[in-house]
């Protein structure tokens, strides 16, 4: 009988690990996974490629090599040296992420060399021993970021420190007295770190500017802006610059433009809004159709490219918007006097014109320059009002809009656009900034007529540039795009909507994912965990941003889309309107790696103010609760995590957290998969989404933390009684980890 012979596809595991391990050696510092190790030692059958990634689980098991993230590994560098960026925590969890691949290695604090937060370092990293995590050590700081934190100041008689509560540092700032620039005992100032010495436990540093006194508003409010890096005063040489241009319109300007002085036009705003950038008009043409204007303040022909204003506009990128008040991008003479569509006053505007039909079809479009006249300002509540009623001022044109804004509206929605309409928290605020009260605002008809025209005016205008025929290449343009959602984020949204009995579709098209979005979304309408879902679904799509590589707009459902209606307080709307009058003269491509810059910039900062905004608002609803200890509210678990439960009042939409070592009557554990917390003896169970009843327990403004505790329908404390057998319970045998007591981190909401 003739012997058997090997196929030349099974190999043995000893030598498939040799193999393996040849590979790893020639890796150096590169990251792989077993698709990569398979295809490089031609290993294609599946076997074999199920072995090798065993081989490499196994060899992370062990110690052999490392697995950075599920299913990626890189082989450990005995002796490493590298660069990275520094992550300095308050709670001693410093790590440097590593420029080669991203990796987070930690760093103790005796091995930092009093890095900060943001610093490029070279750091070396030691051999890892069998089953421990990685360690570097800092050898160098490359390069120190400016760093500044915003803290009180406690004064004594030759010098002075800043106390912080800054989640990247722990200790206090060392002042010498003549570097407290006049500052004492309870003032809010902002310091600046200058040097800290090998063998001092403290950093040292100067005052660079004192807000005010600590818990004063104006100086809390600066504060906020400050910790985000914006501004948080305008320059007076800026202001004096706006204060010099000539708001006059000349006939010679008026005659470069469409003329529509004579068409009936309107704003619709907020009834605290002072800068009014958009107004629509309408006028029924011979035919039967309608002209529809949409009008927006022309702030390009007053603020020229790299002037002071322009300079200064542009490294703000955006106004902000506190609970108490709006930081400008613009200087107010600009923003709420020239450029402002204001009643009554002849205006220069940028404007698209539809001619629509009844059923709010687009039959033709047109984008130019004009002049206009507003003959009224409306609020949203007068608008509506007339919505409502069918009576008041100009309400045949109103009346007519809405049923047009509903009809693209549905349209929109038919193509798959995602409805998200949350309700907004607001706060009503007495003369010294104080919260009195909690409002919420609504998106109703009037709110929904003007965003459905901004919409179209956006979209018409991303398209005009970036929709060309053949194979022309459509110029360099500024477009708002949103990326499809990341399964994995969809993916757990279905899971947990499922919980609550929604259907949310994780696979398939586009239109039909969002379609069942939007079905979830009608079918929670006041609800308990309304709140809570469409938070969580606006969690999981993509952020929006600004680029000029266009991928179209998700969320909205629109191939093309731009921001072209709001340049008094957006950047990017200015850079559209230059470019839209650039290539409306016939203009070549402007240059898109200047274009991308400023595009990322936009980003970035209309990130930083949404941060502050939300800062904003958790100050006041901390400042506004602290007036409520010990009161009693209803509310839903709105997060969980492994250090308590976020609670979300039903009353004012407040959040508090219930922390983990107040639920005494066991040990709870974070089951992070179920979004839940239970108990290891009971197993009593919080879940998101559970209704609860809470009594605000502590206020803390200086963190923005609001604490509350559990109660029972009669108000008392729950599980008081069960104390003492939880603490029993705990000190019997099997008892858990340790507890991590490092202060908590604010969550993101």
Same mark, same amino acid.
């Given at each position: 009988?003739?012997?058997?012979?090997?196929?030349?596809?099974?190999?043995?595991?000893?030598?498939?690990?040799?193999?393996?391990?040849?590979?790893?050696?020639?890796?150096?510092?590169?990251?792989?996974?077993?698709?990569?190790?398979?295809?490089?030692?031609?290993?294609?059958?599946?076997?074999?490629?199920?072995?090798?990634?065993?081989?490499?689980?196994?060899?992370?098991?062990?110690?052999?090599?490392?697995?950075?993230?599920?299913?990626?590994?890189?082989?450990?560098?005995?002796?490493?040296?590298?660069?990275?960026?520094?992550?300095?925590?308050?709670?001693?969890?410093?790590?440097?992420?590593?420029?080669?691949?991203?990796?987070?290695?930690?760093?103790?604090?005796?091995?930092?060399?009093?890095?900060?937060?943001?610093?490029?370092?070279?750091?070396?990293?030691?051999?890892?021993?069998?089953?421990?995590?990685?360690?570097?050590?800092?050898?160098?700081?490359?390069?120190?970021?400016?760093?500044?934190?915003?803290?009180?100041?406690?004064?004594?008689?030759?010098?002075?420190?800043?106390?912080?509560?800054?989640?990247?540092?722990?200790?206090?700032?060392?002042?010498?007295?003549?570097?407290?620039?006049?500052?004492?005992?309870?003032?809010?100032?902002?310091?600046?770190?200058?040097?800290?010495?090998?063998?001092?436990?403290?950093?040292?540093?100067?005052?660079?500017?004192?807000?005010?006194?600590?818990?004063?508003?104006?100086?809390?409010?600066?504060?906020?802006?400050?910790?985000?890096?914006?501004?948080?005063?305008?320059?007076?040489?800026?202001?004096?610059?706006?204060?010099?241009?000539?708001?006059?319109?000349?006939?010679?300007?008026?005659?470069?433009?469409?003329?529509?002085?004579?068409?009936?036009?309107?704003?619709?705003?907020?009834?605290?809004?002072?800068?009014?950038?958009?107004?629509?008009?309408?006028?029924?043409?011979?035919?039967?159709?309608?002209?529809?204007?949409?009008?927006?303040?022309?702030?390009?022909?007053?603020?020229?490219?790299?002037?002071?204003?322009?300079?200064?506009?542009?490294?703000?990128?955006?106004?902000?918007?506190?609970?108490?008040?709006?930081?400008?991008?613009?200087?107010?003479?600009?923003?709420?006097?020239?450029?402002?569509?204001?009643?009554?006053?002849?205006?220069?505007?940028?404007?698209?014109?539809?001619?629509?039909?009844?059923?709010?079809?687009?039959?033709?479009?047109?984008?130019?320059?004009?002049?206009?006249?507003?003959?009224?300002?409306?609020?949203?509540?007068?608008?509506?009002?007339?919505?409502?009623?069918?009576?008041?001022?100009?309400?045949?044109?109103?009346?007519?809009?809405?049923?047009?804004?509903?009809?693209?509206?549905?349209?929109?929605?038919?193509?798959?656009?995602?409805?998200?309409?949350?309700?907004?928290?607001?706060?009503?605020?007495?003369?010294?900034?104080?919260?009195?009260?909690?409002?919420?605002?609504?998106?109703?008809?009037?709110?929904?007529?003007?965003?459905?025209?901004?919409?179209?005016?956006?979209?018409?205008?991303?398209?005009?540039?970036?929709?060309?025929?053949?194979?022309?290449?459509?110029?360099?343009?500024?477009?708002?795009?949103?990326?499809?959602?990341?399964?994995?984020?969809?993916?757990?949204?279905?899971?947990?909507?499922?919980?609550?009995?929604?259907?949310?579709?994780?696979?398939?098209?586009?239109?039909?994912?969002?379609?069942?979005?939007?079905?979830?979304?009608?079918?929670?309408?006041?609800?308990?965990?309304?709140?809570?879902?469409?938070?969580?679904?606006?969690?999981?799509?993509?952020?929006?941003?600004?680029?000029?590589?266009?991928?179209?707009?998700?969320?909205?459902?629109?191939?093309?889309?731009?921001?072209?209606?709001?340049?008094?307080?957006?950047?990017?709307?200015?850079?559209?309107?230059?470019?839209?009058?650039?290539?409306?003269?016939?203009?070549?491509?402007?240059?898109?790696?200047?274009?991308?810059?400023?595009?990322?910039?936009?980003?970035?900062?209309?990130?930083?103010? +949404? !941060?502050? /905004? =939300?800062?904003?608002?958790?100050?006041?609803? #901390?400042?506004?609760? $602290?007036?409520? &200890?010990? *009161?009693?509210?209803?509310?839903?678990?709105?997060?969980?995590?492994?250090?308590?439960?976020?609670?979300?009042?039903?009353?004012?939409?407040?959040?508090?957290?219930?922390?983990?070592?107040?639920?005494?009557?066991?040990?709870?554990?974070?089951?992070?998969?179920?979004?839940?917390?239970?108990?290891?003896?009971?197993?009593?169970?919080?879940?998101?989404?559970?209704?609860?009843?809470?009594?605000?327990?502590? +206020? !803390?403004? /200086? =963190?923005?933390?609001?604490?509350?505790?559990? #109660?029972?329908?009669? $108000?008392?404390? &729950?599980? *008081?009684?069960?104390?003492?057998?939880?603490?029993?319970?705990?000190?019997?045998?099997?008892?858990?980890?340790?507890?991590?007591?490092?202060?908590?981190?604010?969550?993101?909401?």
């Amino acid at each position: 009988m003739a012997k058997k012979t090997a196929s030349p596809n099974r190999t043995s595991a000893t030598e498939m690990r040799r193999r393996v391990e040849l590979y790893i050696d020639r890796q150096q510092n590169n990251t792989f996974n077993y698709k990569q190790v398979a295809h490089a030692i031609d290993a294609l059958t599946g076997p074999q490629q199920r072995l090798i990634a065993e081989i490499l689980a196994d060899m992370a098991a062990s110690g052999d090599i490392i697995e950075t993230t599920p299913g990626k590994y890189k082989a450990p560098q005995r002796n490493n040296v590298t660069t990275g960026t520094f992550v300095r925590r308050s709670n001693g969890k410093n790590s440097v992420i590593t420029d080669d691949d991203g990796e987070a290695i930690f760093v103790a604090e005796r091995n930092s060399m009093h890095a900060l937060n943001g610093d490029r370092v070279k750091v070396h990293i030691a051999a890892r021993r069998r089953g421990a995590e990685p360690e570097a050590e800092v050898i160098e700081i490359i390069e120190k970021k400016d760093q500044t934190f915003i803290g009180t100041l406690q004064v004594e008689k030759h010098f002075g420190y800043l106390l912080t509560d800054s989640k990247f540092l722990a200790t206090d700032i060392f002042i010498p007295r003549a570097k407290l620039k006049g500052g004492k005992t309870g003032d809010k100032a902002i310091v600046r770190i200058t040097d800290w010495q090998a063998d001092a436990k403290n950093p040292r540093g100067e005052v660079i500017d004192i807000l005010g006194t600590t818990g004063e508003n104006n100086a809390e409010m600066h504060a906020i802006l400050a910790e985000f890096g914006l501004p948080y005063r305008y320059p007076e040489n800026v202001t004096k610059a706006a204060d010099k241009i000539d708001a006059g319109i000349t006939p010679e300007e008026i005659a470069k433009r469409v003329d529509m002085r004579g068409v009936t036009t309107f704003t619709i705003d907020p009834r605290d809004a002072k800068d009014f950038d958009d107004a629509l008009s309408i006028r029924r043409l011979p035919d039967g159709h309608y002209e529809v204007g949409v009008h927006i303040a022309d702030v390009t022909h007053y603020v020229k490219p790299d002037t002071l204003i322009d300079r200064e506009a542009q490294k703000r990128a955006t106004s902000v918007y506190l609970v108490d008040r709006t930081v400008p991008m613009l200087p107010e003479h600009l923003c709420n006097g020239i450029c402002s569509l204001r009643p009554d006053e002849e205006k220069l505007a940028f404007s698209c014109i539809f001619k629509m039909d009844e059923n709010a079809n687009v039959l033709d479009s047109r984008i130019c320059r004009t002049v206009i006249k507003s003959d009224r300002r409306f609020t949203y509540e007068e608008a509506q009002d007339v919505i409502e009623t069918g009576n008041g001022d100009f309400k045949e044109e109103i009346l007519t809009l809405d049923q047009m804004a509903k009809k693209l509206r549905q349209r929109r929605f038919d193509e798959g656009s995602v409805e998200f309409d949350r309700v907004e928290v607001r706060f009503e605020i007495d003369e010294e900034g104080h919260p009195v009260g909690v409002f919420f605002k609504e998106s109703k008809e009037a709110n929904k007529l003007v965003e459905e025209f901004m919409l179209l005016a956006n979209k018409t205008v991303a398209s005009f540039i970036g929709k060309v025929d053949g194979r022309k290449k459509a110029k360099a343009f500024v477009y708002r795009v949103h990326d499809q959602p990341d399964p994995g984020k969809l993916a757990d949204f279905s899971a947990l909507s499922r919980n609550f009995g929604y259907k949310v579709k994780s696979q398939g098209s586009a239109k039909e994912v969002n379609r069942s979005i939007n079905k979830m979304l009608k079918d929670v309408k006041g609800r308990g965990e309304e709140n809570l879902l469409s938070t969580l679904a606006i969690r999981s799509m993509a952020k929006a941003v600004y680029t000029t590589h266009n991928i179209g707009h998700y969320g909205l459902a629109f191939d093309y889309y731009t921001h072209f209606t709001s340049p008094i307080r957006r950047y990017p709307d200015m850079m559209v309107h230059r470019l839209l009058e650039r290539y409306l003269a016939g203009g070549r491509s402007a240059n898109l790696a200047k274009l991308e810059e400023q595009c990322k910039h936009s980003s970035e900062m209309e990130q930083l103010a +949404a !941060n502050a /905004e =939300r800062a904003s608002i958790k100050y006041k609803q #901390v400042e506004y609760l $602290g007036d409520h &200890l010990g *009161e009693v509210y209803e509310g839903v678990i709105s997060g969980v995590t492994e250090w308590g439960l976020y609670v979300e009042l039903d009353e004012n939409k407040c959040e508090g957290l219930v922390p983990v070592r107040d639920l005494a009557d066991d040990y709870y554990e974070f089951d992070e998969k179920n979004y839940c917390l239970t108990g290891r003896r009971n197993h009593n169970r919080y879940r998101l989404g559970d209704k609860v009843r809470v009594k605000v327990a502590r +206020a !803390n403004l /200086e =963190r923005k933390q609001l604490d509350f505790a559990l #109660v029972d329908d009669m $108000g008392r404390p &729950l599980h *008081e009684d069960t104390k003492a057998a939880a603490a029993q319970s705990l000190n019997s045998g099997g008892a858990p980890k340790k507890r991590n007591n490092a202060k908590r981190p604010s969550r993101k909401k």
